[in-house]
């Protein structure tokens, strides 16, 4: 679905999405996510996205996922959860429409989330 006439997507907008079609247990179909990647970062008409799916209470169980409550600004109709672990970059053209946007504490979490997924540690640095 090419976007015609829209704005680049920027970190913390929620977006409708068409995913396509998954093997094995990704997210597929259209469905809201988080733009998370930084500004000016990638010459590829790419952006990182993080799927939202309905919230379940077991989710909070799980460190990669970030609850979202809806709200008019994030333009989410019900309990939501951002899984972090199904981070992935995508093709601009997949963006179908903008949604809102999450609060910059909730894209802070949900980068979190995205580090401690793949063990990212930040470096302690020693005084000489």
Same mark, same amino acid.
């Given at each position: 679905?090419?976007?015609?006439?829209?704005?680049?997507?920027?970190?913390?907008?929620?977006?409708?999405?068409?995913?396509?079609?998954?093997?094995?247990?990704?997210?597929?179909?259209?469905?809201?996510?988080?733009?998370?990647?930084?500004?000016?970062?990638?010459?590829?008409?790419?952006?990182?996205?993080?799927?939202?799916?309905?919230?379940?209470?077991?989710?909070?169980?799980?460190?990669?996922?970030?609850?979202?409550?809806?709200?008019?600004?994030?333009?989410?109709?019900?309990?939501?959860?951002?899984?972090?672990?199904?981070?992935?970059?995508?093709?601009?053209?997949?963006?179908?429409?903008?949604?809102?946007?999450?609060?910059?504490?909730?894209?802070?979490?949900?980068?979190?989330?995205?580090?401690?997924?793949?063990?990212?540690? !930040?470096?302690?640095? !020693?005084?000489?």
């Amino acid at each position: 679905m090419p976007r015609s006439n829209m704005s680049k997507a920027i970190r913390g907008e929620v977006w409708s999405v068409n995913l396509g079609s998954a093997i094995g247990a990704e997210i597929t179909k259209v469905r809201p996510t988080i733009i998370l990647n930084a500004p000016n970062v990638g010459k590829l008409p790419l952006v990182i996205v993080v799927p939202v799916t309905d919230w379940k209470p077991v989710f909070a169980d799980y460190v990669w996922f970030i609850f979202l409550p809806p709200a008019a600004d994030n333009g989410l109709a019900k309990p939501s959860g951002a899984d972090a672990f199904q981070v992935k970059s995508i093709s601009e053209l997949r963006l179908v429409q903008k949604l809102g946007r999450v609060a910059e504490s909730q894209s802070q979490s949900i980068a979190a989330a995205v580090a401690l997924c793949v063990g990212y540690q !930040h470096p302690v640095t !020693h005084p000489n």
